[in-house]
Each structure stands twice: as C-alpha cells, then as structure tokens.
C-alpha cells in the first residue's frame, strides 16, 4: 500500500459526460500528479499540482482539469467525454518535486474509467 | 525530447530462471533520474528503484539487481531465480525535469513467469 488512495475505483458514464476523480495523496506530501494509461498512448502524464498551485502540464485535453485543494487532496474533472478517454487515471504524490530536486512519486490504485 | 525504450514487449521465462528486462533512454539533461515500476495484475503501479545520473553503481535487493550504464544509456533490471509472483509488467521511468514534469515511461515489459 502507497498510502495514495484514489476514488472511485471504477466509473462506468456514457460519452458527453462529466466526472470527477478524486486523489489523496501520502501525508506530508505537497505534489500530486495525474497520469492516463491507455493501451494505445502507454502512460502518460497529465498535470502535476504542488501545494495547491499548478506546477507543470503534460499531454493534457483542453476537457481535462484538475485543482489541488488546501488539504492537499485532488480532483481530475474529466468533461465532454468521448470513447477514446476510456482508460486508467493514477494519482502519484511526492514530498516535493522540485526541478532540482526530484523525488519518488508514490502512485495510487488508480481509477478505471469506461466511457460508453 | 525524453523518450525512454523497453524493446521487449513480453517476455515468456520458466519459474527459476534469471530474465533481463532492457531499458534504454534518452535526455539531453546531465543530471536526471530513472525508475522502476511493477504493475501487477491487480493494476497497481508499485516503486522498485530510484537511480540518479551520478551514481552508477549496480544495485542489489534481493533477487532484483539493476545495472546502470551512462556509456549506453541503458538501466536494465534483473530478476534473479525468478518466481511466479513477479508475474507482472514492468516500468522504466525517466525523469529529468526533476519532477516538475512528470516521469517519461517506457511502453513497459509484461514478463510472464511459468511454473
């Protein structure tokens, strides 16, 4: 167990919905980050936020956005969907992950979304 | 660009054998770190190794060892006397943004143990 935890642990919705993923990271860790993992496109990240604030973006949708709350938990929302967005959404939290300073990113269970 | 490679989609061993899963990457950065990950079949992605660019010592845990190479770019991880239990797909990961961009993964290796 991570101590990242993740809910819910499957979301079944139909194409032009919207949902909400929702992350907890490890206490005392300031950054989440959002990854996708999907069988054609691999894993791949989406957004990272640290201590609230967005810190970098990666190959994230313009229906995609995520937020970072005071207590550090995260929310991907996911909009307008469409088939191709079926896939697992993971939530990794690191103590910091500065520039310069790199640290483990601890991941969650993950979220497995079916849009229909 | 980062771009990391796992050229061996699966790979297919008899339970006690030792297995090499390959991992070869590329950055421009002189300074960035490479991971490894297990994702089971349960889905879970699982932390096995940290490595930075400046330590390239072999690293031993267990029935893991990795073997870091900074002259080929590769940072390839051994299995040694397999079980069934490492039954699973393996991530190399880079990172070079020191966090602040996400880790690149490779496509991972799903290594298959028989018994």
């Known amino acids: 167990d991570s101590g990242v935890t993740q809910t819910p642990k499957h979301l079944i919705t139909a194409t032009g919905q919207r949902v909400t993923l929702r992350c907890s990271p490890r206490?005392?860790?300031?950054?989440v980050y959002w990854y996708q993992q999907s069988l054609d496109q691999g894993l791949q990240f989406l957004i990272q936020?640290?201590?609230?604030?967005?810190?970098a973006k990666g190959n994230i949708l313009e229906r995609f956005s995520a937020q970072q709350f005071p207590d550090l938990h995260s929310e991907l929302n996911l909009s307008s969907l469409e088939l191709g967005d079926s896939a697992l959404y993971f939530c990794?939290?690191?103590?910091?992950?500065?520039?310069?300073?790199?640290?483990?990113?601890?991941f969650g269970p993950g979220t497995r979304l079916t849009v229909l | 660009a980062q771009k990391v490679t796992q050229a061996q989609t699966e790979i297919s061993v008899v339970e006690k054998e030792d297995v090499t899963l390959d991992c070869v990457y590329e950055?421009?950065?002189?300074?960035?770190?490479l991971f490894w990950y297990k994702q089971p079949p349960s889905g879970e992605l699982v932390f096995l190794i940290r490595?930075?660019?400046?330590?390239?010592q072999n690293e031993i845990s267990g029935r893991y060892s990795w073997n870091f190479q900074k002259s080929t770019s590769s940072f390839n991880f051994t299995i040694t006397a397999s079980q069934v239990v490492d039954s699973a797909v393996y991530f190399c990961?880079?990172?070079?943004?020191?966090?602040?961009?996400?880790?690149?993964f490779g496509k991972g290796t799903h290594l298959i143990i028989q018994p």
């Open positions: 936020y640290y201590n609230g604030e967005e810190r």
């Open positions: 990794a939290s690191s103590v910091e992950g500065q520039r310069d300073l790199p640290d483990t990113q601890y």
């Open positions: 206490s005392g860790d300031l950054s």
């Open positions: 950055t421009r950065d002189t300074t960035y770190y």
């Open positions: 990961a880079l990172d070079s943004g020191g966090g602040a961009d996400g880790l690149t």
């Open positions: 490595r930075n660019s400046f330590d390239e």
